[in-house]
């Protein structure tokens, strides 16, 4: 049966990029090995991981004197690497607090230094992204969180920051809509959305804002390391970064990010469309902040959640169920997400409201 | 061309593990999904963690008391997790010095405490296990590397600790031998030789022992977070626990560590049968050393390596070049190996020294 995959992530990818992976996991490069079972060091898996990232740079625009890494542990690895890397002895740093991610990532800078939270939208269960805040004159950095898949909110304006370097969790928004780097200092993001399988975490940094914080920094955790040796200071986590080097290259064949951020527009205005028409649907976000990723709606009348269930599990939909700090449903539209499964879905919540009319 | 894959890791793999693993990046468990793009929460996958965990205590035989973790980072964050769970606030850790990875590991440690190396090959070029060495009464834990893939040196016999902790790293040894796992209090392995693709990291650790440092652990570095959540503390690397828990099982199929031991004794004894016989070898490990995962050797007429290295390309032998700090050959033979491919291997050495000779 034709799923229609709308899970947070792991997510839907696109399926030839599926069928590349399977394919080198039995036979790789035509070398007759599997391309896990090849050195990380072969030519073989060296020109994966460099055209990854020089696909990277080309689909992000990315300026001269920003690199790119590929690492491991997550987005919350990197809640700690950023303020290893970036927040000086005795420094300051800002954090715009936009939901459960925001929250674990302030948290591990605390074990480092200060922290000011300059923003929250936490009184309102995170539906809203804060926007009357004044970033401090003396912090090292700003972080925030680009896109909160929980809640189903996303930032179109990002803090201006004079003085201090602006850090972006772009783990689930990265790659979907035309950004301006140069504004960005560090962005981090987990494979896991719309650049690979879980597994890798893509780290793009402004090279010059390393190595001044005078920290004594553990080696895995150090950008600088991990720059020195192109990612492969270690191991490096070989398939994750192939099939993300696969995805980006299949972006980059359908016209890349401008191309991408246009039909993900219209894939999102759709589905907003839908849930403000049908009476028996209400959005979770406030109007304005509603993220391009991750739809978030509820139910008006909750008594009705059985018979909405079974129409769109019939309907071989997967993975809408909201997160049990909202409840509800969220439907994640991510890149690989074609517009006719958000159909069968806006199918199913009109067909939903038939019946309930009935 | 059939290939013999003796690569030092990333390594061979079961050939039916790979065809598993192809299949579920294409359709999982007959979801009609890839499983790569499922939620880690789904019970498709908790199934998965859940049964690799259970495979790891039953192939290590291990005691009650202790747990499994899948983690991300390879053993170089282990390296750091190790002091920051185990080394007290102005404790000390004893070292033994075997290698690159063992003083990768001590390096870590030297940040967080007080370390002494209390035994170093290093004076030999790392080719012998030392011995006569002595535990201090006063440290928290002993830290050993129990294989040493670049030196093909491994310990037969573990320190004995008696108030002290005892980690050892067994990254390229683990499941190859079978060992009385109740003498050790934290093992951890990268997945990448004889347990799975890179990508993840098994941690074996004593349950009893956690919580005593009295340090703030960051989240990600804290066995005990990561232990709360069942190794979902964040989104684990799917495709490397799975591979690793088909690897297992595959394992446990061919009847568990007690018959893989007696396999790679028999293929290591072939081998190092034929460099002690060939006189245009030499082995570069000590005898009493040796590992049974990687045989180091070395030619006796360097001058010679050009005629060797077109045979054993020409019989489809790859990942045989030595690490550059040792030099010569290094054929990594770990569970997976065959031993047809280390017959193909002696009779490439064989017909050299026939070439040679004439």
Known sequence: MKKHNFSAGPCILPQ??????????????????????????????????????????ELLNLPEGYSVLFLQGGASLEFLMTPYNLLKEGGKAAYIDTGAWAAKALKEAKLLGDVEVIGSSKDKTYNYIPKNYTVPSNVDYVHVTSNNTIYGTQFKEFPKTDDALLVCDMSSDIFSRELDFTKFD??????????????????VVKDEILGKTSRNIPAMLDYQVHLSKDSMFNTPPVFAVYVSMLTLQWLKDLGGVK???????????????????????????????????????????????????????EAGISGIKGHRSVGGYRA???????????????????????EIKN
């Open 16 to 57: 030839e990029v599926l069928k590349q992976a399977a394919d080198a996991v039995v036979n790789f490069n035509n070398l007759d090995l599997s391309l896990i079972e090849i050195s990380h060091r072969s030519k073989d898996f060296v020109a994966v991981m460099e055209n990854a990232r020089s696909l990277v740079k």
């Open 259 to 313: 191309a991408i951020e246009k039909l993900n527009k219209e894939k999102a205005a759709l589905l907003y469309a839908e849930i403000d028409r049908n009476p028996l649907f209400k959005g979770f976000a406030e109007v304005e902040d509603r993220s391009l990723m991750n739809v978030t709606f509820n139910l008006t009348d909750e008594s009705t959640g059985e018979v909405f269930d079974k129409i769109w599990n």
């Open 332 to 354: 994640s539209i991510y890149n690989a997400m074609p517009i006719e499964s958000i159909q069968v879905l806006v199918n199913a919540m009109q067909q939903f409201e038939k």
């Open 186 to 203: 560090l962005v981090y993001a987990g494979a896991q959305k719309n650049m690979g399988p879980a597994g890798t975490t893509l780290v």
